[in-house]
């Protein structure tokens, strides 16, 4: 882990650096601009408690690709797991009318059931069929994304509105807001919890991990690989359907709109990549994304660059940080063989015996 | 008889941005590059490509300048994964957002909009008509006046075809994909051919994007390769990377998503028929993997 901070913080600086020149580029004020991406997503009450509510399905979706990547398990189906989850919990919502107490742990239920599904008919075609899950998921987004959208301009369709959106769930099934914070918030750390206690603690958690690191071995060292494939693609599909469940629950809309995906579920997919998988990461760079995305409404409001920016930042910052991640892995294992080869050339000529170390 | 033709037609129209991505894949797949940057250097590519075009007023500078998208979306690729020694699959999935993120701060940096833009300014790649084919009735309707590129691309996968299974170079390409030490060890640098492999895709993907946005359609729309370059990744592994198999292939492809949308209009809802080259994509692989695992003998192999 502390070998991991200083690339990721190198790495950070550097895009950030990357991103300001950008902004100059283009004549925007980029010290300015920053200031104002600061200052919109942390330093005032609502501004942080916005930060908060962005990062919850961030930290879902994030935990979602950790562990599917962290287990050998490419599930890029986040997307879809996300709109199924949220599908899910609407109609829920809009058909059982139970009090709160009962509404909000079914509903959680039901998102987490409901993204787990859909990423078990890939888990399933891959144990079946051995079908790429990476493909069958990346498939089964654009299924998702074209049934939901039937469900939301037919059948659930809100008939006194004018765009495709279902009417909204029953208020039993709202998360309350407490003075502007979200408490959807805490349902995505107890999850996060959970979540870090299985993976880091469990004996499937290691299973998962030592399947992450190297399939073959873990199965010559006993692991049940194909039970431990099985329940990571459930789970990593659970959490990206609750992270899609919580945009219904929490919130002021309690609607399913088009689009309501965003982009968190590639967002999540990235946080997984820049943590390396790691989930203590993982929460931390969710955290760190929808400071960006949050802070990118206030920049635009006040040196008007254009919140889409964000986008930008996100990917740079992946860049750059899995770059200065990966070439300080290679500048360190250099700099051993290097000093390796020394002892090794001094060995030789202590006994003399005239042998050349080659410089490879 | 005129829905067939109509079908067939729009067939090889929404065939040729997957054959394009997929050709420039099999060199990245011969090489031994796992390639999921496709999808984003196609989105690049449509965009400089409109860029281009309405800029310069030429259809040529259009295409032109989505070939350099494509080309500067693979540079980027190929310093990380070759140079810098980057994961594969992390770098394209970075290089796909960072191309999503990109066209859509640029859509709206360059011509004030969200979603979508549509001009006059916009020059659209011209249609062939081909004379004497032109006039024959049911089979001039399919064959003749389509953008000038449905027709290169054909041409370009008998070209590719040669290029990676005819030619020494593509002889080095497959040995870089089999074992690169090996090539090393006989003084010729893998990490120039996956380089190179990696600039191939990229020219041919932005190629695929320019198409997208002059030819199959006049305008950009924020996503708008809507997983092409995915399919042309699945279409490349359902393949094996044989220029000949993405050709049949990807027409396929063209019709179940003709199939779609001839379906529109009908009692299905349009939701459905979007679905269909999805779920086509789905069932191939179903296929696939039955006829590799008999192939295989029936033998278990380790899952994970």
């Known amino acids: 882990m502390k070998k991991q901070v200083l690339p990721a913080l190198i790495g950070i600086v550097v895009a950030l650096l990357a991103g300001l020149l950008i902004l100059w580029a283009q004549g925007y004020p980029p010290l300015e601009s920053y200031a104002a991406l600061f200052s919109y997503s942390l330093f005032s009450k609502f501004a942080f408690f916005s930060t908060l509510d962005k990062a919850t399905p961030l930290i879902l979706t994030g935990l979602s690709a950790a562990v599917g990547f962290g287990s050998n398990c490419v599930n890029l189906g986040q997307p879809g797991q996300f709109l199924i989850g949220a599908m899910a919990v609407t109609a829920f919502g809009i058909a059982v009318d139970l009090p709160a107490g009962l509404m909000i742990p079914l509903s959680i239920l039901v998102a987490l059931v409901a993204g787990a599904c859909w990423s078990g008919i890939a888990a399933g075609l891959r144990r079946r069929f051995k079908m790429d899950e990476f493909i069958t998921t990346l498939m089964l987004n654009f299924i998702a994304d074209y049934f939901t959208l039937y469900l939301i301009s037919g059948p659930m369709l809100d008939k006194r509105m004018y765009s495709p959106l279902t009417p909204m769930t029953n208020p039993g099934a709202w998360l309350p807001i407490w003075n502007g914070f979200g408490s959807a918030f805490l349902v995505a750390v107890a999850a996060f919890a959970v979540v870090s206690v299985l993976w880091n603690r469990s004996k499937i958690g290691y299973e998962w991990r030592a399947m992450g690191q190297n399939p073959i071995f873990s199965r010559t060292g006993g692991c049940r690989n194909d039970a431990a494939y099985v329940w990571a693609m459930l789970l990593s599909g659970a959490l990206a359907g609750l992270a899609g469940g919580l945009m219904i629950m929490g919130g002021m809309q309690h609607r399913f709109v088009k689009g309501i995906g965003a982009n968190y579920a590639w967002d999540g997919v990235m946080i997984a990549i820049v943590a390396n998988n790691n989930m203590i990461a993982t929460g931390l760079y969710a955290l760190f994304f929808s400071v960006i995305q949050t802070g990118s409404m206030g920049m635009e409001l006040e040196t008007s660059v254009p919140s889409e920016f964000s986008l930008v930042l996100q990917a740079i910052v992946v860049l750059f940080v899995v770059a200065s991640r990966e070439s300080t892995r290679v500048l360190i294992n250099n700099i051993t063989a290097e000093l390796r080869m020394r002892r090794a050339r001094g060995r030789d000529k202590g006994m003399g015996d005239g042998r050349h170390a080659s410089n490879g | ?304």
């Open chain 2, 1 to 304: 008889m005129h829905l067939m033709v109509e079908m067939i037609r729009s067939s090889i129209l929404s065939a040729t941005p997957v054959l394009l991505a997929g050709l420039g894949g099999a060199y990245t797949f011969h090489a031994n590059v796992f390639n999921i940057a496709m999808e984003g250097m196609m989105l690049i590519g449509a965009f400089t490509a409109v860029a281009g075009s309405y800029f310069s007023g030429s259809w040529i500078m259009g295409v032109l300048s989505g070939i350099a998208g494509g080309l500067v979306a693979a540079l980027i690729f190929a310093i990380f994964v070759v140079s810098l020694k980057t994961d594969e699959f992390v770098t394209g999935t970075a290089l796909n957002m960072l191309a999503l993120g990109g066209t859509t701060y640029s859509l709206r940096q360059l011509f004030h909009v969200k979603g979508a833009f549509m001009s006059h300014a916009i020059q659209s790649m011209p249609r062939w008509n081909i004379p004497l084919i032109s006039r024959i009735p049911h089979l001039g309707p399919i064959l003749s006046g389509h953008p000038f590129i449905v027709y290169a691309s054909i041409l370009l996968a008998f070209v590719v075809e040669w290029h990676i299974f005819g030619t020494r170079y593509g002889l080095r390409l497959r040995a870089v994909g089999e074992d690169a030490r090996a090539v090393d060890s006989v003084g010729v640098s893998s990490d120039r051919i996956k380089a190179q492999a990696i600039i191939a895709s990229g020219v041919l993907c932005g190629l695929a994007g320019a198409y997208l946005s002059l030819g199959y359609v006049t305008l950009f729309s924020e996503n708008m390769s809507n997983g092409r370059g995915w399919i042309a990744l699945a279409v490349i592994i359902l393949t094996r990377g044989r220029p000949m198999g993405l050709l049949l292939m990807s027409l396929v492809f063209g019709l179940f998503d003709g199939l779609g949308l001839s379906l529109q209009g009908t009692i299905i809802p349009p939701q459905f028929t979007q679905m269909v080259p999805y779920i086509a994509t789905i069932v191939a692989l179903y296929f696939y993997s039955r006829e590799k695992r008999s192939a295989r003998g029936g033998k278990e192999t380790p899952t994970t």
